[in-house]
């Protein structure tokens, strides 16, 4: 007989979000994914300065702050009919590819990890390595029980395995504290750079900042080549089961991203529906409002009959697109990716639980190896900012077709006499996290179901959180 497991929160994520399953023999049945939480940041906007928003928006989200910058100032940017210099364009790249680099390293360490390791079994460490020693004690005196523990799963829990996963847990949160000092040069703070506006960069770039951010890049780089890398690989041999676990529609979306100086980018855009590759056209993008709490005219409904989550349901032409790495690596059908995931005997680009999570490593490396290059297309004597006449009362309409870690991201702004009137923004964990619409589940429901559950009790199953885990759920994102 079919059983319903409910997970409310689902933990190690961020933002608020609701798993729903339906259970037969074993096996999921159905899915409902619901973001239990409204932000309103595109009311919020409204009868602002338009330049506000690239800070405002920036608070959406603890995790992704500068992307939402950076997305909005490409939209003030057609607003305000102006084009940053060169190097405004590199200091851009500069800070959204480290960023999105850290955010990878936070998913896989600090937020995926524990779903594969049984961590606590670092508490048992008596060698001789003081990090290894601090850590165990740390584990054994915290009585917290936050870093794994779980009574019953398919757990790592050999301890030389677990010795060395847990130690790059915690290398993983500095490595990403050094970055983010690196992007508070560049950026001016960090979280939520203030450097940014249209037409560029406001910060002073001096030979001493550039030093400063090779440095964290070449730490964050040597981590990623020797660490995250050989990790991911590690948990996908031990878990290959997990490359059939969580598949998706296989349809997909990316926008173009980190151009190099010559014009020629790391990611191109496409849309990819039925295995076939198409040029992505914004205007085929819809956002429907069926199982979503808001009326017809997008006003927020708490009370709409049939509605289940605050996210809202994008589609394209109808279909829901999944975004992300995979996502990235599909549309520009990347050798290097099709040939890593050949390993697994994986044959193309396919979206499952694992291949999500080995995307993001080999993303790292691919940034790490871009920003090198780029960093070296910046000019000292050169500037990073054209002005702009902000007082000017601007009136007109604006698209940033940006990326973020979580997959392709657009915010548009319509300005009237100086002041927002329209703001909206369609966010990569909407695109996953949306609900049903039209028949059709939404990716991360359609991922859900059919995954085969053993593990774990009222208090959710391991496999199912590891399959919603993969897709690195930003709710906070999602709900905006
Ligand atoms: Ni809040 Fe974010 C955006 C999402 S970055 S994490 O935009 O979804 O991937």
Redesign the pocket.
């Known amino acids: 007989m079919a059983r319903i497991l409910s997970v409310d929160p689902v933990s190690r994520i961020?933002?608020h979000l609701k798993i729903e399953t339906e259970i037969d023999s074993g096996v999921v049945t159905r899915a409902r994914v619901a973001g239990n939480m409204y932000r309103g940041f595109e009311r919020m906007l409204l009868g602002r300065h338009p330049v506000d928003s690239a800070r405002i928006a920036q608070r959406?989200?603890?995790?992704?702050?500068e992307?939402?910058g950076v997305?909005s100032v490409m939209a003030l940017e057609e607003i305000y009919k102006v084009t940053p210099p060169e190097n405004g364009l590199v200091l851009r790249d500069m800070i959204l590819g480290l960023h999105?680099v850290t955010?990878h390293l936070l998913h896989f360490y600090n937020l995926c990890l524990p779903d594969y390791a049984d961590l606590s079994v670092a508490a048992t460490y008596s060698g001789s390595d003081t990090r290894l020693k601090e850590i165990a004690g740390w584990i054994r005196n915290s009585g917290t029980g936050f870093i794994g523990g779980a009574a019953e799963g398919d757990y790592i829990k050999d301890k030389d395995a677990v010795y060395r996963l847990t130690l790059h847990y915690f290398e993983a949160l500095k490595i990403r504290s050094e970055a983010a000092s690196g992007l508070a040069l560049l950026g001016g703070k960090v979280p939520f750079i203030h450097a940014l506006l249209p037409g560029g960069i406001t910060t002073e770039i001096t030979a001493d900042t550039l030093m400063k951010y090779y440095h964290v890049l070449e730490k964050t780089a040597d981590f990623v080549n020797n660490s995250f890398l050989p990790d991911a690989l590690e948990i996908a041999r031990r878990y290959p089961q997990y490359f059939k676990i969580g598949e998706t529609y296989n349809a997909f979306y990316a926008h173009s991203s980190f151009k190099n100086a010559k014009g020629a980018s790391l990611f191109n855009a496409g849309v990819i529906i039925n295995g076939e590759r198409k040029n992505f056209d914004y205007s085929k993008v819809k956002e429907l409002l069926n199982a979503s709490f808001y009326d017809n005219s997008g006003k927020p409904d708490e009370n709409k009959k049939g509605a289940y989550s605050w996210i809202k349901a994008p589609r394209y032409e109808g279909f829901p697109l999944e975004?992300?790495p995979v996502a990235r690596f599909a549309v520009n059908n990347d050798a290097g990716f099709k040939s890593l995931l050949g390993r697994f005997g994986s044959s193309g680009v396919t979206s499952s639980t694992m291949s999500r999570i080995l995307a993001r490593a080999y993303e790292s490396v691919r940034l790490c190896n871009y920003l090198f290059e780029r960093s070296e297309d910046f000019r000292l004597d050169e500037p990073t900012i054209r002005p702009v006449d902000l007082q000017a009362p601007i009136t007109g309409q604006g698209v940033g077709f940006?990326v973020?870690?979580?997959?392709a991201?657009v915010h548009h702004i319509t300005a009237d006499k100086g002041k927002v009137t329209d703001y909206k923004?369609i966010?990569?964990?909407?695109?996953?996290?949306g609900p049903a619409a039209d028949g059709r589940a939404g990716v991360v429901e359609k991922a859900i179901t059919g995954t085969p559950v053993r593990f774990g009790g009222e208090g959710g199953s391991v496999e199912v959180g590891r399959v919603v885990r993969s897709f690195?759920?930003?709710?906070?994102?999602?709900v905006?």
């Open positions: 961020e933002g959406i989200c603890g995790v992704c702050h992307v939402h997305s999105i955010d975004v992300g940006s973020a870690a979580r997959g991201l923004m966010v990569p964990s909407t695109w996953n996290f690195d759920p930003c709710t906070a994102c999602s905006h």
